[in-house]
T-cell receptor, first 114, second 110 residues
């Protein structure tokens, strides 16, 4: 069974540009979560999608947004990139109804903003 | 405020020595706590959760509500235990949010 897949593995952008990161959950998982892992800041909760709806978002500005598609895959968009957005972005998925009980993580997408 | 604290950034022990990775939490209500682990060049993965009360790879963790702690323990460390360990707290009901500690790097020396 394929795990959570994320693309791209690495992404380099300049300040002010937009970045799009993609995530495919484990088959059968309907919830997708996004976390930011910035140097020295640990894992910070970004967004939670379930059944195509945004269920919750963390303490991040509105330029961080995303969506979940009918096949439960998800995109994370970061607009007007700033240097401090440089981080590893982790996607995770879980079964419907289990909330955040058990997360299966992807390998991450490393975003570098120059 | 809901918070997870892992006071040690790095814990270095010799093979065969006991290991205790500390985790303290702040949460009003009944917490649900987890330990996640990330081995070198591997993904972050669940190690154990307190409600399962199981031992995984020789590790156990007991929830101590009085001390608001969920320390991870193993009686005899192995070199393959070297990894980054994260303690995590499930936030308020149905927020979908896990609150992670800063992580502790466990280094097991031969």
């Amino acid at each position: 069974e394929a795990g959570v897949t994320q693309s791209p593995t690495h992404l380099i952008k300049t300040r002010g540009q937009q970045a799009t990161l993609r995530c495919s959950p484990i088959s059968g998982h309907t919830s997708v979560y996004w976390y930011q892992q910035a140097l020295g800041l640990g894992l910070q909760f970004l967004l939670w999608y379930d059944e195509g709806e945004e269920r919750n978002r963390g303490n991040f500005p509105p330029r961080f947004s995303g969506r979940q598609f009918p096949n439960y895959s998800s995109e994370l968009n970061v607009n007007a990139l700033e240097l401090e957005d440089s981080a590893l972005y982790l996607c995770a998925s879980s079964l419907l109804g289990s909330g955040a009980n058990v997360l299966t993580f992807g390998a991450g997408s490393r975003l570098t903003v120059l | 405020a809901q918070r997870v604290t892992q006071p040690e950034k790095l814990l270095s022990v010799f093979k065969g020595a006991p290991v205790e990775l500390k985790c303290n939490y702040s949460y009003s209500g009944s917490p649900e706590l987890f330990w996640y682990v990330q081995y070198s060049r591997q993904r972050l993965q669940l190690l154990l959760r307190h409600i399962s009360r199981e031992s995984i790879k020789g590790f156990t963790a007991d929830l101590n509500k009085g001390e608001t702690s969920f320390h991870l323990k193993k009686p005899f460390a192995q070199e393959e235990d070297s990894a980054m360990y994260y303690c995590a707290l499930k936030g308020s009901s149905n927020t979908g949010k896990l609150i992670f500690g800063q992580g502790t790097t466990l280094q097991v020396k031969p």
